[in-house]
């Protein structure tokens, strides 16, 4: 009896992955601007038509490898965010998974950042989607912090979680934009950062 042959849709899941590594890979290696489409097809083992079937062009690639990459990555060390600690602790715990991570790879990261603060509304619709997910899941700890006394009952938490993260994005352009500086280096400016901001997010009479 033959064997079944490979469905059509995984089959299309298949290359598309292909697609998808040998992009990683290239723009790891030899940077986002000097890959080229025909490169990834050669590398992935496919037509360079194919590649167009799954990804509208190289920049689609991009915007796929840094929503996956920043998925992985915050899925993965949200399973052991310490909700019993302190709100300082709770916010840097993310960031000291990531930043080490994000400077070990700079060649990877640096050109993908620097292309997705610029992206057009339509391309980037997906990072904004995913940023707003990380947001609101920011939102939940000041709003639990709130209910320890930790902040001020009346804080906007909406607006806490931008503070938040406008230090994050702040101290991630200057790793990725300074090669001397250090992922413990970038975390401590931005535990300084977010330590000042919590003070003034606290009860009234609070120290």
């Known amino acids: 009896m033959l ?44 037509a360079p038509g194919t590649i167009f079937t799954h990804f509208s062009d190289k920049i689609a690639l991009l915007v796929s490898v840094l929503k996956e990459e920043v998925d992985i990555l915050v899925e993965s060390h949200c399973k052991t965010l310490p909700y019993e600690a302190d709100l300082h602790t709770q916010l840097m715990h993310i960031p000291r998974a990531l930043f080490p991570h994000y400077a070990e790879h700079r060649a990877l990261f640096q050109p993908l950042l620097k292309e997705a603060f610029f992206l057009d509304p339509e391309r980037g619709e997906s990072l904004r989607q995913q940023f707003d997910i990380h947001r609101q ?47 413990e280096e970038a975390l401590t400016l931005l535990s300084q950062m977010v330590h000042a901001m919590l003070e003034g997010f606290r009860p009234k009479g609070v120290k």
Do not use: W
């Open 137 to 183: 899941a920011t939102e939940q700890l000041f709003e639990a912090a709130k209910t320890r006394g930790e902040i001020d009952a009346d804080a906007d938490v909406c607006t806490a979680s931008y503070c938040f993260f406008s230090h994050y994005i702040f101290q991630l352009i200057g790793l990725m934009s300074n090669p001397n500086q250090s992922a």
């Open 3 to 46: 064997p079944k042959p490979t469905s059509r849709l995984q089959q299309k899941e298949t290359t598309r992955q292909q697609i998808f590594d040998a992009a990683k890979s290239l723009f790891e290696e030899r940077g986002f601007e000097k890959t080229t489409l025909r490169e990834i097809a050669r590398v992935a083992g496919v």
